[in-house]
């Protein structure tokens, strides 16, 4: 990989000295997405899906252009399969309110990883309490790892297994093939919230099996406010509509409606066209860079953080000993420093990270710690900005008033 | 200043060796404050005389290194002053942190004045201030 050439294409990198390494919480953005999404709207700008001339036509087939892209990005047998929505978030409450309250009940369990970020235990905690079916955790190891023991917690009473790919904090890719087949087994279906793990994963649905896939655009260089969903056909044909107005009809009375056919059932509403192809740009990008690629530069930069954290005697690392099985998320405290003077200090040296719960309290809970410091890397970042990293930690506990 | 400065010149000195982080037999005033999204968690304890000044302050809790010695400060500052003249030095932090008060003013503030920048530090407002919302709140519950 070129990284000269590829921070070229990234126009907010222009400045050498600022290190972005909060990539978990949002990427940056290619010019090629940029552009895509101001091409839309200089050229073919129109409310999509409805009009009957040459700038509506246009944005329908950019907008169902996106949906296709999606679809084969995520190996979805079919693009009817594919929704948009804002993001991950509102993916699973999609799929909470429409699938969830409808099809769960007392006796049933919900399982969860005590990893989930919050948006992907809210809902189910939501769907708990209406329906009177119970949440089942399952807890990781100090490596992250989810052993048997903990996916036997998936049983006949399972009805749904809701798991993200990788954790925001331990940047441990989660078991997603033995969950889904155990799953399957008890009869359960399975949601996967890939919003940690669509941007460094090849992901294949069909392959998988999954039923549900959620992913963010905006943590994989699409625009913000653009996500999809994904859900296997047979499930998607019993579920109601989420939301409803107008796009998603298709006979509307004084007192009653029937609903458009898949996927516009589920996308009511003007939808965010722009966002969309801006989505299928950015996985233009992604492809031609290809997810080797973007794991070899991730791993290369993790170790350098792994192997200069391990030296520093204030340090806990958080997640799997092994950098390669990261992720490119790097979660640590030092110890008599709260994360949030860590990232200060850090922003002093106009290094970017994130300090706090991470959106996952309960995993907070679970560790023990109020807080951590986390620093998470993409491919776009460069083996000098990781060194420099290592360098400023390091005086972190000086800055802070200790001798050592 | 720069923000490692202002660690080095007063925030440091009053996290890691705080004066007044300690607990008070049966004080009259007992009061938390919490930074729910951030998870600062101080306690403060105050005792008053008759004539309502404020003898004897301490606090308890954790948080960051922000939190904790603009509490450290804040305590120094008020203890020995009356209740009404606490919740002025508290008036005028506030102004100073929004930006209205005058140079004499955050001058009378002392060490707190220190805090000014990182005060105006959208991420961090909430650390600095946390100590004298919840002293506002202690004394002007009665």
């Known amino acids: 990989m070129d990284i000269k050439r590829i921070r070229e294409d990234f126009p907010i990198l222009k400045d050498p000295d600022y290190i972005y390494f909060d990539n978990a919480a949002t990427s940056q953005r290619?010019?090629?997405?940029?552009?895509?999404?101001?091409?839309?709207?200089?050229?073919?700008?129109?409310?999509?899906?409805?009009?009957?001339?040459?700038?509506?036509?246009?944005?329908?087939?950019?907008?169902?252009?996106?949906?296709?892209?999606?679809?084969?990005?995520?190996?979805?047998?079919?693009?009817?399969?594919?929704?948009?929505?804002?993001?991950t978030t509102e993916a699973i409450n999609l799929v909470a309110y429409s699938w969830g309250l409808q099809n769960l009940g007392s006796g049933d369990e919900i399982a969860v990883t005590v990893m989930e970020h919050h948006s992907n235990l809210l809902p189910w905690q939501m769907v708990a309490d209406k329906t009177g079916a119970q949440l089942v955790f399952m807890e990781p190891?100090?490596?992250?790892?989810?052993g048997d023991e903990q996916l036997d917690r998936i049983t006949e009473k399972t009805r749904l297994v809701a798991v993200g790919m990788v954790s925001n904090v331990l940047g441990v890719s989660n078991p997603?093939?033995?969950?889904?087949?155990?799953?399957?087994?008890?009869?359960?279906?399975?949601?996967?919230?890939?919003?940690?793990?669509?941007?460094?994963?090849?992901?294949?649905?069909?392959k998988a099996d999954m039923?549900?896939?959620?992913?963010?655009?905006?943590?994989?260089?699409?625009?913000?406010?653009?996500?999809?969903?994904?859900?296997?056909?047979?499930?998607?044909?019993?579920?109601?509509?989420?939301?409803?107005?107008?796009?998603?009809?298709?006979?509307?009375?004084?007192?009653?409606?029937?609903?458009?056919?898949?996927?516009?059932?589920?996308?009511?509403?003007?939808?965010?066209?722009?966002?969309?192809?801006?989505?299928?740009?950015?996985?233009?990008?992604?492809?031609?860079?290809?997810f080797d690629a973007i794991r070899e530069q991730e791993k290369k930069l993790t170790r350098i953080l792994y192997d200069g954290m391990k030296t520093m005697k204030h340090i806990t690392l958080y997640g799997p000993s092994d950098p390669d099985k990261s992720s490119g998320i790097v979660t640590f405290n030092i110890e008599g420093c709260h994360p949030h003077d860590v990232a200060s200090v850090m922003d002093s040296e106009k290094i970017c990270i994130r300090a706090g719960h991470h959106c996952a309290q309960p995993l907070m809970q679970?560790?023990?710690?109020?807080?951590?410091?986390?620093?998470?890397?993409?491919?776009?970042n460069t083996?000098?900005?990781?060194?420099?990293?290592?360098?400023?930690?390091?005086?972190?506990?000086?800055?802070?008033?200790?001798?050592d | 200043m720069d923000l490692k400065q202002i660690y080095r010149e007063i925030v440091n000195e009053h996290n890691l060796h705080p004066g007044h982080r300690e607990e008070l037999i049966r004080p009259r005033y007992t009061q938390r404050g919490v930074n729910p999204t951030c998870g600062d968690d101080i306690t403060l304890q105050l005792e008053l005389d008759d004539g309502d000044t404020i003898t004897e302050a301490a606090f308890s809790g954790s948080g960051c290194a922000v939190s904790q010695a603009s509490t450290d400060i804040m305590l120094d500052m008020i203890i020995g002053h009356s209740r009404q003249e606490a919740l002025e030095i508290v008036d005028i932090f506030m102004s100073m942190v929004r930006g209205e008060a005058s140079e004499e003013e955050i001058e009378s503030l002392e060490e707190a004045a220190a805090l000014q920048d990182v005060a105006h530090m959208p991420a961090r407002a909430k650390c600095a201030t946390l100590a004298w919302h919840t002293l506002r709140k202690t004394l002007s519950d009665e």
């Open chain 1, 141 to 146: 190891d100090e490596e992250g790892r989810l």
């Open chain 1, 366 to 380: 679970y560790l023990n710690v109020n807080a951590t410091a986390r620093a998470s890397l993409y491919f776009y």
């Open chain 1, 383 to 403: 083996e000098e900005e990781a060194e420099r990293f290592v360098e400023k930690l390091s005086l972190v506990r000086s800055w802070l008033g200790y001798q």
């Open chain 1, 176 to 206: 997603i093939g033995q969950i889904i087949a155990r799953a399957h087994e008890k009869g359960a279906l399975v949601l996967v919230d890939a919003a940690q793990g669509a941007p460094h994963h090849r992901i294949d649905v069909q």
């Open chain 1, 30 to 87: 290619p010019a090629a997405v940029l552009k895509a999404v101001e091409d839309f709207y200089r050229t073919t700008n129109a409310n999509p899906l409805r009009g009957l001339y040459e700038w509506s036509i246009g944005a329908t087939e950019a907008y169902e252009g996106a949906r296709e892209k999606v679809a084969s990005f995520l190996g979805a047998a079919d693009a009817s399969e594919i929704i948009f929505t804002r993001n």
């Open chain 1, 211 to 290: 039923d549900f896939c959620a992913v963010s655009g905006h943590k994989m260089l699409a625009p913000f406010g653009i996500g999809a969903l994904y859900v296997k056909k047979k499930i998607l044909e019993q579920m109601p509509p989420f939301l409803l107005g107008g796009e998603m009809i298709e006979y509307v009375t004084r007192e009653s409606a029937t609903y458009a056919q898949l996927p516009h059932k589920f996308e009511a509403g003007t939808v965010n066209a722009a966002g969309a192809v801006g989505m299928a740009a950015a996985i233009d990008y992604l492809e031609e860079v290809g």
